[in-house]
DNA sequence: TCCCATAGTTCGGAATTACAGAACTATTGA
DNA sequence: TCAATAGTTCTGTAATTCCGAACTATGGGA
């Protein structure tokens, strides 16, 4: 198990946060990070919706998060601990990613929520 | 040739804008879009940067943009024109397009341009 | 009207990427 | 040392992407 990856943050680049984000489970997997105090195990997140992920497609989704910037993974016993890296990412690109949540919370509501 | 289909804007997803501009090729040429008067034909995108894009490539990328909702394609005469749906999208989900056109705007700057 | 040039689209095969089950590794606790 | 838990990696299959070649659509002459 090599050692994980993080890029540092004036190498990330908004092609793979787009990427990451452009799928709606790691779009929800990333709002829960930000939204659960910005942290949570991977574990925790065994179900988005009512879509169970498997494990081993929830490790690449943690994966293309980890090395688009968007989470700094570290382990803490047996468990993963993820945080957002938001403020960073903020800084590098302003807005991008309070707009992008808000898309997708504006796209999931019923009409116009999120208003 | 079958008539080209635009979403509806309550129709358009978050998801789908994401995918189609987390490519820097499509990005790009819808920045160009949105830039150049709102207005643009195919052919006028033969290359972007110094990469030449061969026109099936570039067919299939405005297919992308027009049906994720971000362009109107209309044909007038031999050729296509483009509108940028900015107004709408920017409407249903407030400040995603400018922060993402943003976003590529800082990371390819030598160093913190788009100031 | 027929033909040609221009602008884009569609087809098809190769290359790349994504998904998820199975096997593996790492850590903790009994 | 063994079992349990948490994640990762491997591997085969499925889905996407890329781009050259062939095709379609429109307009402008001769």
Redesign the interface.
């Known amino acids: 198990m090599r050692p994980l990856f993080h890029p540092a943050i004036e190498d990330v ?3 793979a ?3 990451a ?4 489970v790691r ?1 929800a997997i990333f709002a829960r990070i930000m939204g659960a105090g910005f942290v949570e195990a991977c574990s925790a997140v065994s179900a988005v919706g009512d879509r169970v992920i498997p494990k081993s497609s929830l490790s690449t989704h943690f994966k293309v998060l980890r090395e688009a910037g968007l989470i700094r993974s570290e382990r803490h016993g047996v468990e993963m601990r993820n945080h957002s890296r938001y403020d960073e990412v903020n800084a ?5 990613l ?3 949540i ?3 919370a ?2 999931s509501a019923p009409r116009a929520a999120a208003q």
């Open positions: 680049r908004p092609e946060i787009l990427h984000l452009a799928d709606p779009a590098r690109f302003p807005g991008l309070i707009a992008i808000n898309a997708y504006r796209s």
